[in-house]
C-alpha cells in the first residue's frame, strides 16, 4: 500500500488506481474496504470502478479456465440412462458404450452404462485416464470427467479414428491412478482441515467453497484474518491426525437419519436426496462417532496416514469476510519442503554463510543496508538543500509573484521532490520544477499559501504535463506529474511561466 501511494503518478492525483487496488486483493489478500478505509485516511480515494472492472475480468478468466461444452441431453432419456458410478471401490471396469456426443471443438464425449471415473462436482475435479477398444486394440485419453443431470460424460482427445467408438461397444475405462491418489490426499486433506478450523478457530466457522485438485487444495471460510500461531495449530493438528493413521470410512444412509445432527456437517440442503453418503474419519465405521464426518460424495483415501504431510501454503481473503486456505498434501507437500529447503541452501551459498548462520548473516547485512540508508538519506538531503539554495539565488518576479521556473536535469525524482520540500520552509511564491531520470520526466510545483487564491499548483502540473506526454495534479499549494517526452521539458516548463504571467 505504501509503495502505490508513494508513486509520483499516484501521490499527484491522490486517486489509487483500480488495477493497483485489485493486485492489493488479488495478491496479497488485501481486502478492498480496507483500502478504501486507509486511502480515506489520508486524503486518498480508490477508483472503484476501475476495481469492479478488474474483479469482473478476474471472475471471467475464471470462467473461462473452467469453461466446458454444454451437453444437450434429453431429459427423459438421461434419467433412463443414469451412470452406475463403482469408482468407490475400483480403478478400472469393463463397460458398454450408451452414448456418443460430437463436440463443437472436435472432440468427442461418451456416456458409459457404469464407471469408475469420478465426475467433476463438490470442489472435486474429474478423474483422466484411458479408455481401451479392446475389439481393435485402441485407446483414447480421458481429458475429464464431468456429469450433467445422473449420467457422466467422460470427454475423449482423439487421438485415434473415431469411427472405432459406437454405441453398445465395449470399452475398458481405466482411471488414473497416481492423479486419482493425489485427488482423494488432498479431499481427506479438505475434511481434516475443516475440523481442524472448528477446533483452532470457531465452531462458527462455515466452508464456503473447495477446490480438490492433484496438486493443491483451496478452502474458503468464513472468519477474520488468521494469525500466524492460528495458522501453525490448524498445520500442527492436521499432522497430528495424520501420524494417528485413523482410519477414514463412509456409509450411506436415509438422509432423514442424519438431517439437523450437529456433529454431521452438510451444506445445501436442498440438493440432497433421499439416501446420503457420510465420509466419517475415526470412530468405528458404521456407527457414525468420527471425529470429523461430513456428508460428502468425493472421492478419499482409506486411512489418515496415507496423506503422509500436510503444509498450508497461504490464506488470505477473497471477498469480505471470507478467508482463503491453500494448503498441500502427500507427495506435493513433500515437493513443497523441498523446494523451500534448497532455496534456504541457495541462500546461504550466496551469503556465503553455514544454513545455521543465515539468519546472523542475513541480520547482519540488513542493519548495514539500513546505515547504508541512511547516510545515503542524509547526502541526499544536504545534496537537496545546496541546490535549493542555489535556486533561492535565481529568483524571479513576474508581476508582483516571486517565481522559481528551473531544469535541473538529470536527477533521481525524489531529491527533487527533498529540493521542492526544502523550498517550501525558505521561499514565499511559486515553484515549477522538472527532472529526467530514465527518460522519465517529473515535473513538481509549489504555491504559497498567500498565492493559491490566485494560482494553483494543480492546475499548473495538470496543463505542463500533457506536453511532455503525461499527466498529473495535484492540491493548490502542491502536485507532482511527469510524462514520456523527455526532448519537450524545456517547453512544459516555458508554458509554466505563460500561464503564471497569465494572471497578471
Known amino acids: 500500500f505504501n509503495e502505490i501511494i508513494a508513486r509520483q503518478e499516484v501521490a499527484a492525483s491522490r486517486k489509487i488506481p483500480g488495477e493497483e487496488a485489485f493486485?492489493?486483493?488479488?495478491?496479497?489478500?488485501?481486502?478492498?474496504?480496507?483500502?478504501?478505509?486507509?486511502?480515506?485516511?489520508?486524503?486518498?480515494?480508490?477508483?472503484?470502478?476501475?476495481?469492479?472492472?478488474?474483479?469482473?475480468?478476474?471472475?471471467?478468466?475464471?470462467?473461462?479456465?473452467?469453461?466446458?461444452?454444454?451437453?444437450?441431453v434429453n431429459v427423459a432419456a438421461d434419467v433412463e440412462e443414469a451412470t452406475e458410478f463403482v469408482g468407490y471401490e475400483t480403478l478400472e471396469c469393463v463397460a458398454v458404450i450408451r452414448r456418443i456426443i460430437s463436440m463443437a471443438s472436435g472432440g468427442l464425449s461418451i456416456a458409459l452404462e457404469k464407471t469408475p471415473f469420478y465426475a467433476e462436482m463438490g470442489g472435486q475435479v474429474g478423474d483422466a485416464g484411458i479408455m481401451e477398444i479392446p475389439e481393435v486394440e485402441g485407446s483414447f485419453r480421458v481429458l475429464n470427467t464431468i456429469k450433467a443431470n445422473k449420467t457422466f460424460y467422460h470427454q475423449l482427445e482423439v487421438a485415434a479414428d473415431p469411427r472405432i467408438l459406437s454405441e453398445g461397444l465395449s470399452v475398458r475405462a481405466v482411471v488414473e491412478a497416481n492423479r486419482r491418489r493425489a485427488i482423494q490426499c488432498n479431499h481427506s486433506a479438505t475434511h481434516l482441515l475443516h475440523w481442524a478450523l472448528h477446533e483452532v478457530v470457531s465452531r462458527d466457522t462455515t466452508q464456503k467453497g473447495s477446490s480438490v485438485g492433484p496438486d493443491k487444495l483451496t478452502f474458503d471460510f468464513n472468519s477474520a484474518a488468521l494469525t500466524r500461531e492460528q495458522i501453525a495449530d490448524i498445520e500442527n493438528l492436521v499432522n497430528e491426525r495424520?501420524?494417528?493413521?485413523?482410519?477414514?470410512?463412509?456409509?450411506?444412509?436415509?438422509?432423514?437419519?442424519?438431517?439437523?445432527?450437529?456433529?454431521?456437517?452438510?451444506?445445501?440442503?436442498?440438493?440432497?436426496?433421499?439416501?446420503?453418503?457420510?465420509?466419517?474419519?475415526?470412530?468405528?465405521?458404521?456407527?457414525?462417532?468420527?471425529?470429523?464426518?461430513?456428508?460428502?460424495?468425493?472421492?478419499?483415501?482409506r486411512a489418515t496416514g496415507e496423506l503422509g504431510f500436510f503444509r498450508i501454503v497461504s490464506e488470505g481473503a477473497v471477498a469480505a469476510g471470507v478467508r482463503r486456505i491453500e494448503a498441500l498434501a502427500g507427495v506435493e507437500a513433500y515437493h513443497d519442503i523441498r523446494r523451500q529447503t534448497e532455496l534456504l541452501h541457495r541462500l546461504a551459498k550466496k551469503m556465503n554463510a553455514p544454513l545455521a548462520e543465515l539468519e546472523r548473516k542475513l541480520?547482519?547485512?540488513?542493519?548495514?543496508?539500513?546505515?547504508?540508508?541512511?547516510?545515503?538519506?542524509?547526502?541526499?538531503?544536504?545534496?537537496?538543500?545546496?541546490?535549493?539554495?542555489?535556486?533561492?539565488?535565481?529568483?524571479?518576479?513576474?508581476?508582483?509573484?516571486?517565481?522559481?521556473?528551473?531544469?535541473?536535469?538529470?536527477?533521481?525524482?525524489?531529491?527533487?521532490?527533498?529540493?521542492?520540500d526544502s523550498l517550501k520552509t525558505k521561499f514565499e511564491g511559486t515553484v515549477v520544477l522538472g527532472c529526467v531520470d530514465d527518460n522519465v520526466v517529473s515535473l513538481i510545483s509549489t504555491v504559497s499559501s498567500a498565492w493559491t487564491s490566485r494560482i494553483s499548483a494543480g492546475k499548473i502540473i495538470q496543463e505542463i504535463t500533457k506536453i511532455v506526454s503525461g499527466k498529473g495534479g495535484g492540491r493548490p499549494d502542491s502536485a507532482r506529474g511527469g510524462g514520456r517526452d523527455a526532448s519537450r521539458l524545456g517547453e512544459a516548463l516555458q508554458y509554466a511561466d505563460e500561464l503564471i504571467r497569465c494572471i497578471h
Open 242 to 301: 495424520i501420524r494417528e493413521n485413523a482410519a477414514i470410512s463412509w456409509l450411506q444412509v436415509p438422509y432423514h437419519e442424519v438431517r439437523g445432527r450437529s456433529d454431521i456437517m452438510q451444506f445445501f440442503e436442498d440438493q440432497y436426496g433421499g439416501f446420503v453418503r457420510v465420509v466419517q474419519i475415526g470412530g468405528e465405521g458404521a456407527q457414525l462417532n468420527g471425529y470429523s464426518m461430513e456428508l460428502c460424495a468425493g472421492t478419499h483415501c
Open 363 to 420: 541480520d547482519a547485512a540488513l542493519a548495514q543496508s539500513k546505515a547504508l540508508e541512511k547516510q545515503l538519506r542524509s547526502a541526499r538531503c544536504q545534496q537537496a538543500a545546496t541546490i535549493a539554495d542555489d535556486l533561492l539565488k535565481r529568483i524571479r518576479m513576474i508581476g508582483s509573484m516571486p517565481v522559481i521556473i528551473d531544469n535541473l536535469g538529470k536527477m533521481e525524482v525524489d531529491i527533487l521532490q527533498a529540493i521542492a
Open 23 to 72: 493486485r492489493l486483493t488479488d495478491t496479497y489478500g488485501f481486502p478492498s474496504d480496507l483500502t478504501q478505509l486507509m486511502a480515506r485516511e489520508i486524503g486518498f480515494t480508490v477508483d472503484e470502478a476501475g476495481f469492479e472492472s478488474q474483479m469482473e475480468q478476474q471472475r471471467n478468466r475464471g470462467r473461462a479456465a473452467q469453461k466446458k461444452e454444454t451437453i444437450h
